[in-house]
């Protein structure tokens, strides 16, 4: 490990996006050129519009691998809309075990457990940083979990607890995963995203993928609780088709679909989803490479096969941080995010409010691994300035 000099670096990222939702756009992007074809105006229930909308998803199952016999729509209220609708739709048919281990698997907890109350729900938390025994999921049981905690930096490294005989359904909160990783789609039956993640598309849709035993699941269970308009997934006993073939259940915004387009036809450009993977590992790799040499940072889950590889959490070590209480931590977070933003060199890099105080790096597709590597100087500045204030305070 080497101590750094902490001057004022002079290279600045190239984009300094580096939030982790919305995140940034593709590498070249302008509202004026990915947006002049836009359908704006018109119905989406035109030829053209459901054309349009039909071409975000069938381009997604194309990149994603996603089976032919999977139904996915564009739904409303991004992936929490999408998520939620699933499991106000088909849970309590038999019980669930929710694994949730930062803040938005604990938002589908308290969903699951507070506002549907369903009785026979087994909960698996785990602090920050970790993952919760995934080995103790019940294949019986219907099964919660998002694949990257986006809020703690921990991802499920892989499939292979999920069992391939399952008689339960999985429900897979993706969002901040899909395009960055290969998703074994025979273990998911629920899959929900929105675009506004790794693709650097916009939010307030969300994707909802099912599989043929997830769709069976809609037809034959009728939960025994009232559906709101935006939830429903039936008419009269019968699964609805439409939704699933580009007939949205309300108004889309043609301006989210043509930004997708966009998105995904840079994505089918950049390789497709081999293509994101690796920009996704270089992003990811540029950050390990300043984390090893840079003595006061680390990554907050210990565990480097669970860690995650688009919203990657750090943690700081230096004693005088660790000496602080949480809400000064919280503060001096905040104040070299405020250093970096009046620098225009990095916006949005301070962990999520519900996670302990940290920093948070969006190494998603979009971004470029040159913008990280001239990052990490400017942290290290950011770094010290604010440190070398909290002496100065003592003094
Ligand atoms: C894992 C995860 N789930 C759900 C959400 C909520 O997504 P949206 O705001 O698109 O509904 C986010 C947003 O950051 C997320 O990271």
Redesign the pocket.
Known sequence: MTNKPASKPTAKPKNPCFS??PCAKRPGWTAAEALKDALAGRSHRSAEGKKRIVDVVERQRKILGIPADYKMAIVP???????EMALWSMLGERPVDVFAW????E??LKDITKQLKLKDARTFTAPYGELPDLSQANADHDIVF??????GGVRVPDGDWIKADRKGLTFC?????VFAYDLPWAKLDVT???F??VLGGE??H?MLVLSPRAVERLVSFKPDRPLPKIFRMTANGKFSEGIFAGETINTPSMLVIEDALDALKWAEGAGGLKGLEKRVEANYKALEGWVAQTPWIEFLPDVPAVRSKT?VCLKITDAAFLGLADDAKQDFIKAMGKLLDKEQAAYDIAG?KAAPAGLRIWCGATVEASDIAALGPWLDWAFAEVKAGLAKAAA
């Open positions: 982790s939702g209220a991004s992936d929490t809309g999408a998520f930062e803040n938005f698997g938002e589908w998002t694949w990257n905690g986006t809020t909160d993706a969002t901040s995963g929900t995203w929105s506004q993640k939010a307030a969300g919203s999520h």
